[in-house]
């Protein structure tokens, strides 16, 4: 655990507290998203590994044929282990045109077992205002492998009830995004921080002019742009490339008690304080050994307990931290003493509680 504790340590030391990176790389513009996409579909072709007769697939069959011209007789359900009801979702990315491709993935709703070696019928894609924007088809790409055998065993590989369809959905329709239109651009962080903000907006008026870009709050950047979707799209493709010095992180420790693992960023810093830290050990070992009565004493063979507790403490050299030391230091220094990363927490845990620590502690 020391040598685990050592080498993400390492790891963690080569992060530069600051560094420069591109505009594009920070977040994205207000409106340039994308969309997403599900639709209701079936699969066929599978062999034997469909649904088996559920009422909803029979009645998605049933539509499917009634739309070619083809009546199901009344009262009498087709076996479909060949076919499958599924849920079918896509990514619609921005400003994707009508006769662009978009991947598809396609996902059993029943107790289908496999999807392996079947063909999505032709299932439209709606948006979160219930229109269609594309059309999808096509043999899936099952990854997963199921096997069973006539006693009830089976095998299974992966998830063989969720395959994809690459390039399996056509657009049909553009979703609006208003880019050409709107007062001015926004860009919008990843990560709030007025720092960052500022320099985002510096960096943009160093280019383009003073006044052009202004930081609204932590998250956005407001920027003046003339209308037209062509004079935007030059506009938006300097500005992505500019680069700017990232503000660093506020410090803080990020805990996974149920994993052990301790994150602790180079912004971090402990005041003056002493540390000791040490374990208590109680140790109880039963040996029970057997009685025999003696001879013709009529008596019955019994077993006696035998107990041998000891308490054993382990004791560690107290360590001092001296003013703002840094990440390599705190490290060092517990490394010292043994600890492991449940005993790192609770140290850091307790330097936080005696003021010590300048840090959010962050417990997952």
Do not use: C, W
């Amino acid at each position: 655990m020391i040598r685990l504790l050592t080498i993400v340590s390492a790891i963690l030391l080569i992060v530069a507290p600051a560094h420069a990176e591109r505009i594009k790389d920070l977040g994205q513009f207000q409106g340039i998203r994308s969309n997403q996409l599900v639709g209701y579909g079936i699969v066929v072709g599978l062999a034997g590994t469909g649904d088996d007769n559920l009422e909803y697939t029979v009645a998605s069959m049933r539509g499917t044929a009634a739309r070619f011209g083809l009546t199901l007789p009344q009262g009498v359900n087709p076996a479909l282990k060949n076919a499958a009801a599924v849920m079918v979702t896509a990514e619609l990315p921005a400003f994707a045109k009508p006769g662009q491709r978009v991947d598809v993935t396609v996902s059993a709703i029943g107790r289908a077992k496999s999807l392996r070696g079947g063909s999505l019928i032709m299932t439209p894609l709606q948006g979160a205002d219930g229109q269609i924007y594309a059309m999808a088809q096509g043999s899936l790409a099952v990854g997963g492998l199921g096997a069973e055998g006539a006693d009830g065993s089976r095998v299974i590989v992966n998830v063989p009830s969720t395959g994809r369809i690459p390039e399996g959905a056509s657009v049909e329709r553009e979703v609006a995004t208003g880019f050409g239109e709107t007062p001015g651009l926004t860009f919008n962080l990843s990560r709030a921080d007025f720092t960052t903000a500022g320099r985002v907006a510096g960096a943009i008026n160093a280019r383009l002019g003073a006044g052009t870009a202004r930081a609204v709050d932590a998250s956005s950047i407001f920027i003046q742009a003339a209308p037209g979707q062509d004079v935007r799209s030059v506009l938006v493709g300097e500005i992505e490339n500019l680069e700017v010095q990232v503000a660093e992180a506020p410090a803080r420790v990020i805990v996974n008690a149920r994993t052990g693992t301790v994150v602790i960023n180079s912004a971090v810093r402990v005041g003056p304080a002493a540390v000791t830290h040490g374990r208590l050990t109680v140790r109880v070992d039963e040996s029970p050994r057997v009685v025999q009565p003696r001879p013709f004493a009529n008596g019955q063979t019994a077993t006696e307990e035998s107990s041998a507790v000891s308490v054993e403490e382990q004791r560690n050299p107290m360590f001092v931290l001296d003013p703002g030391p840094r990440l390599s230091d705190i490290v060092d220094a517990v490394n010292q003493i043994g600890a492991t990363p449940a005993d790192l927490v609770a140290i850091l845990e307790a330097l936080k509680q005696a003021g010590a620590l300048s840090a959010e502690l962050v417990i997952l």
